[in-house]
């Protein structure tokens, strides 16, 4: 590991990182290039307003470790369009050198080994110097937050989301918008959104029972910045009671609802808003859409799919910029707006390099004092990993693969079925695995473990449900997640297939026979949207499973064959 | 604005436009059966007529479905995939302010809401929008 002082770090809009080849040399050769926290933060200020935006953060305090997915297909008009181009061939889109700092915080590959070289990311003290350093460059930069705040982790589930409140207050957010939150359920949701000092955005959240706009969430707010009064129009994530328990929050719809953003935009343009900026948690190939339909957004700071680019993807005349997850970047966005609209704009995603960004004293004691009575629970080693642990990719991470296999074997299954959700940090070889680790990957208000039964008709159907959301062609119909991740239960899939066709195959792995569509399994899953879900919860089985491994070892998971791509 | 060389590469596959209809329904010639009924046979063209719905139900047993119809005098709304696919019908009349309308619907499976709208003028427009109906389960 590099110290701080003598880290070699290269910011993501600086050029391409020179020379460097060679696999698995990539770590020793991007250290022969030494950087500092000024280049990563250097920016020569642009036009007369600027934005920051950070985006599921997913309560990770602390710097982690975060892999970002070797495969993540796009289907229709998205194929081999960014964010779905991964490692290599992202790296060559972009002109990223292999082995360089942007190799490692934006794609796939080398991943353990770079980071050894290059350590943790994230960690919202760091980010806090970020926002310092762009505020005293633009002191009335907007900070935008797109939500995913306030779930992820141990102390945001003790405190049911009171950790995230207090330090992203002291970061001093303008607005924020919402996805996971809604799983604290809607009376605690109402309690910490009356509580904040910045706005609660969502044109998109309305009342369940009138279809009407909810009272506790603004559309939009309009501020006056850099001589200019801009707009900042909220989307929460459209599919909340869909992918997320709807008995938690009986109260409210969401949905796309892109008539009513048209007439927000509208709106704030006859109010005089001479710049429009949308803080989505839509995803970003609904973002895109989205964009090609409602006309006059200039700026949609898109977050839910958790895609880092390093340069915004132009729709029309609305820039899309996609700034990661986890804390790992802050985006900064300055736009030059005049005569009522936007004339230019530059963008940096700025890479949170843990070790070579100075925390702020100031956020880092506020989070010590957050962590400070959970420390013992936080800290106990449950196990060790030899191999890489991580999650993102669309069919199986090694993280699902072992929390699969705690499902069955200590729920005594057939089949383990875990949800395709993108937020959790990754573990390196030879780290300790934490409590705090398996929370990180498990936190949830509805991580009850059930063990049910199953026939082969309907785990087909899931399956067919599941990849319906993700390989839908039309981005309006997909929600964000990935693939339900599937323990020892193996399957083709043709993923430009029509919904119902796309799964064949289907194989029981621990007898190799084919899954019977007339026989029940014995299935154990997790994060059920059914009320009254019973069983242990998740990240105890994950313990107890990791307590009696000692020593991790994830082999690769061959069991998804993946076709028509 | 500044553009890159990438940028518009991104552009360009922006500009596609992708449409899915996912599994057909069973239903959809009842549908048409029906719609024959009102229209005579009669072609149903695009025009004013829109019909908002959900891209994917909160709930199939209760998804919102708004009509609106500027000079229409009756709009009838179907759910293809329902085994009784006629849903509602609203007539207008000259003191209506708006031609106009919203209700629940019941919707079995993921399908196309039709509407047909007849106008003042005795043509017909048409319009519909595609509800999926999901399980549920996994957000990012």
């Known amino acids: ?565 | 604005m500044e553009l890159t060389r990438r940028n518009m590469l991104t552009m360009g596959s922006a500009a596609l436009a992708a449409y899915g209809l996912g599994a057909l329904p069973a239903f959809a010639s009842l549908t048409d059966d029906e719609i024959a009924k009102i229209t005579g046979g009669a072609e149903t063209a695009a025009g004013e007529l829109t019909i908002t719905a959900p891209e994917i139900a909160e709930n199939g047993n209760t998804v919102p479905i708004s009509i609106s119809a500027p000079g229409a005098v009756m709009v009838a709304i179907f759910a293809e995939g329902n085994p009784v696919p006629n849903v509602a019908t609203f007539n207008f009349g000259p003191l209506n302010p708006t031609r106009s309308a919203s209700t629940r619907i019941r919707l079995a499976t993921t399908q196309n809401v039709v509407a047909i709208a007849k106008m003042e003028d005795g043509s017909f427009q048409r319009a519909s929008a595609e509800v999926k109906v999901t399980i549920g389960g996994c957000g990012g």
């Open chain 1, 1 to 565: 590991m590099i110290s701080r002082r003598d880290f070699l770090q290269v910011g993501m809009a600086a050029s391409a990182v020179v020379g460097a080849s060679g696999f698995g040399n990539w770590a020793r050769l991007g250290a022969q290039q030494a950087l500092t926290q000024d280049q990563l933060l250097e920016f020569d200020s642009f036009g007369n307003v600027s934005l920051i935006h950070v985006t599921d953060i997913h309560a990770q305090l602390k710097p982690i470790y975060f892999r970002e997915p070797s495969i993540n297909l796009g289907v229709g008009g998205n194929k081999g369009a960014v964010p779905h181009v991964t490692g290599a061939e992202f790296r060559r889109l972009y002109g990223i050198a292999d082995g360089s700092p942007s190799h490692y915080a934006l794609s796939s590959g080398d991943f353990s080994s770079l980071a050894q070289a290059y350590g943790r990311v994230g960690g919202l003290d760091r980010v806090a110097t970020v926002i310092k350093a762009i505020r005293a460059d633009r002191p009335d930069a907007l900070l935008l937050d797109g939500g995913d705040t306030w779930h992820g982790s141990y102390t945001c589930y003790h405190s049911a989301g009171q950790d995230m409140v207090n330090v992203m207050n002291a970061l001093q957010p303008d607005a924020m918008t919402f996805h996971w939150e809604f799983t604290l359920g809607s009376d605690r949701v109402a309690e910490l959104v009356e509580s904040l000092p910045f706005a609660a955005l969502g044109q998109n959240i309305f009342d369940a029972e009138w279809d009407e706009p909810a009272e506790l969430f603004a559309p939009y707010k309009l501020f006056e910045r850099g001589g200019t009064k801009i707009a900042v129009i909220g989307q929460a994530f459209p599919y909340m009671p869909i992918a997320n328990p709807r008995w938690m929050f009986p109260e409210y719809s969401f949905g796309i609802r892109d008539e009513n953003m048209a007439a927000m935009v509208e709106e704030v343009r006859a109010a005089g808003a001479q710049c429009v900026v949308v803080l989505s948690h839509n995803g970003f190939d609904v973002d895109k859409k989205m964009a090609g339909i409602v006309p006059g957004i200039d700026v949609i700071l898109s977050g839910h799919t958790h895609d880092a680019l390093p340069e915004p993807v132009l729709v029309g005349e609305t820039i899309i910029v996609a700034s990661g997850s986890n804390g790992k970047f802050v985006s900064r966005v300055d736009l030059d707006i005049r005569d009522g609209r936007m004339m230019g704009y530059r963008t940096k995603l700025i890479p949170v390099f843990s070790d070579a960004i100075d925390p702020d004293p100031e956020v880092a004691a506020l989070i010590d004092a957050e962590r400070a009575p959970h420390a013992a629970q936080l800290t106990e080693v449950i196990g060790r990993t030899d191999s890489l642990l991580y999650r993102r990719g669309n069919f199986n991470g090694t993280w699902d693969d072992l929390i699969c296999d705690a499902l069955i074997s200590e729920r005594d299954a057939e089949i383990a079925l875990s949800p395709g959700v993108r937020w959790g940090p990754s573990l390196v070889p030879g780290q300790d695995i934490t409590r705090e680790d398996i929370w990180n990957v498990t936190s949830m208000t509805y991580g009850e473990a059930y063990r049910t039964e199953m026939t082969g008709e309907f785990l087909k159907i899931v399956l067919e449900d599941v990849a319906d959301n993700i390989f839908n062609p039309d981005p309006y119909y997909q929600q964000g997640g990935d693939m339900v991740r599937t323990g020892g239960l193996g399957y083709r899939v043709n993923v430009t297939a029509p919904q119902g066709e796309r799964i064949s195959n289907m194989t029981l792995l621990s007898t190799g026979e084919p899954i019977d569509p007339a026989r029940s399994y014995v299935v154990a899953g997790w994060a059920s949207v059914n009320e009254g879900t019973k069983g242990p919860q998740i990240w105890d089985v994950v313990e107890t499973h990791i307590k009696k491994l000692g020593t991790v070892t994830v082999d690769p998971n061959t069991s998804v064959d993946v076709v028509g791509v």
